[in-house]
């Protein structure tokens, strides 16, 4: 398994901004996903790009991948303060020849919407 | 679906005591996972099962933590004994065996070791 490494480690943001964050990784993957973390809470999974996909949009959110790079970044546009919350990747790749790879987080990043 | 209970939400402990934290996965998953959090080390992955048979725990710090799966609904993380550094926030995750690989977390166990 390998684990993201989230960028920044922390964003401040006004309300109504745009905020982006990126993932890098190291090894070749499968898929990678893309989580949120409010304080006290579980993380919560919000959208999986397969590696053969280059950017996927749900709501708000857009992500892209760009395998050559080893790296996704997540767009969350019209941010609103309920967007505060910390954000991991976790980049899946197949291990072993199972269907399922550990899932394992980097740091995340601390992202604080501003009202 | 009630999705994945933990229990208990907070512990707060004396060094030397036995800790155990338990965890129902979503009804038809067949993964479970065990992480911990702290603000030093962030998220680690314990331990996970498949089918309720451990296929990694790399990740249990040492011989004091263990953790078991006796059926498919029901898995415990069990710390004895338990030390100060062991506190953190422990969370228990579940998937179906599926390509994508998605988790479902609970919404962990604080615990505080005095």
């Known amino acids: 398994s390998q684990q993201g490494e989230e960028d920044p480690q922390a964003l401040s943001i006004q309300e109504g901004e745009n905020a982006t964050m990126n993932c890098s990784y190291k090894?070749?993957?499968?898929?990678l996903q893309w989580y949120r973390q409010n304080s006290g809470r579980g993380l919560v999974h919000l959208i999986l790009?397969?590696?053969?996909?280059r950017e996927k949009h749900s709501g708000r959110l857009r992500v892209t991948l760009d395998t050559s790079k080893k790296s996704s970044s997540l767009l969350i546009t019209a941010s609103r303060a309920a967007d505060t919350a910390s954000y991991f990747c976790?980049?899946?790749?197949?291990?072993?020849?199972?269907?399922?790879?550990?899932?394992?987080f980097g740091q995340g990043t601390i992202l604080t919407v501003h009202p | 679906d009630a999705g994945v209970i933990q229990s208990p939400r907070h512990e707060v402990t004396e060094m030397g005591q036995e800790v155990t934290l338990r965890c129902k996965p979503i009804?038809?998953?067949?993964?479970l996972f065990w992480y911990r959090q702290t603000m030093m080390r962030g998220l680690e992955l314990l331990i996970y099962?498949?089918?309720?048979?451990?296929?990694?725990d790399s990740g249990m710090p040492e011989d004091r933590f263990s953790a078991k799966m006796p059926n498919a609904s029901f898995s415990t993380l069990k710390i004895q004994p338990s030390e100060p550094r062991d506190s953190a926030v422990y969370f228990c995750?579940?998937?179906?065996?599926?390509?994508?690989?998605?988790?479902?977390f609970g919404e962990g166990s604080r615990l505080t070791v005095l």
């Open positions: 790009i397969r590696s053969n996909e």
């Open positions: 976790a980049p899946i790749s197949n291990a072993g020849g199972t269907s399922y790879g550990k899932l394992t």
């Open positions: 009804s038809g998953h067949d993964y």
């Open positions: 995750a579940s998937s179906w065996e599926s390509y994508t690989g998605e988790l479902f």
């Open positions: 090894t070749s993957i499968n898929n």
């Open positions: 099962f498949n089918n309720n048979v451990p296929i990694d």
